[in-house]
């Protein structure tokens, strides 16, 4: 499948059964590889660029889409590219604003983490010793530390204005996608061990509580 074609999925879906306000928490589009730069400087491909622009396009207009991102410049673009497309179409937009909590504020030493992901092997066996709390304290944050931050980010968009016909876009990474996955939807990377470029996370209101939910199974209440 395309990447973003489950997200578009997902909001389509949700649009139909009611919800008003969405805040979808999304990792960035497709990006380089270069060898030897720092891996948070690597910005996106042109196909990135395209599959950005593709997923605005067909986002719901009748969605007002105000953007948040990882100060990572590949997740700055990816917002504003989605954001530039969904306007071009006939949606509205407000801005794309910088939020540090969409970075990876949860590793706590990046050579430290690059050379532990190193000896991991992969970044699901890596990601499975610090969810397991097998990681050392000084390398990563305790990830239902960092699960509950992002979580009740998403949720206080909600809660000020949950009747808003709004879309907040916010932008991250794979790792927090993994973590909000693992953490709050209770989905492990032995049957989920996958989080693919515009892959995302929804989270909205009904029956006045905070539900969320992936294309992978049924929304849940959230619990932050």
Not at 60 to 75: N, Q
């Amino acid at each position: 499948m395309v990447p973003g074609e489950t997200t578009l999925e997902l909001v389509n879906h949700l649009v139909a059964e009611g919800a008003q306000h969405i805040v979808l928490l999304m990792r960035h589009s497709a990006r380089e590889y270069e060898p030897g730069k720092h891996d948070l400087l690597n910005p996106l491909t042109d196909e990135g660029r395209d599959l950005a622009h593709t997923l605005g396009e067909k986002l719901p207009k009748s969605l007002l889409i105000r953007g948040y991102s990882s100060p990572t410049e590949r997740c700055i673009e990816t917002a504003s590219l989605i954001m530039a497309a969904h306007k071009a179409a006939g949606g509205e937009t407000t801005r794309n604003r910088v939020v540090e909590a969409l970075g990876v504020f949860y590793v706590l030493d990046q050579m430290k983490m690059s050379k532990a992901m190193r000896e991991a092997g992969n970044i699901p066996a890596f990601l499975g010793k610090w969810y397991s709390g097998n990681m050392a304290p000084d390398i990563m944050m305790p990830p239902d530390t960092a699960a509950t931050i992002i979580g009740r980010l998403a949720a206080e968009k909600l809660e000020k204005d949950p009747d808003a016909q709004q879309l907040d876009l916010m932008v991250s990474h794979d790792f927090t996608l993994y973590t909000i996955k693992n953490q709050l939807l209770g989905q492990d990377l032995v049957r989920y061990p996958e989080v693919r470029y515009l892959d995302g996370i929804a989270l909205f209101r009904r029956d006045e509580q905070t539900w969320i939910q992936s294309h992978h199974g049924d929304a849940i209440e959230l619990n932050v």
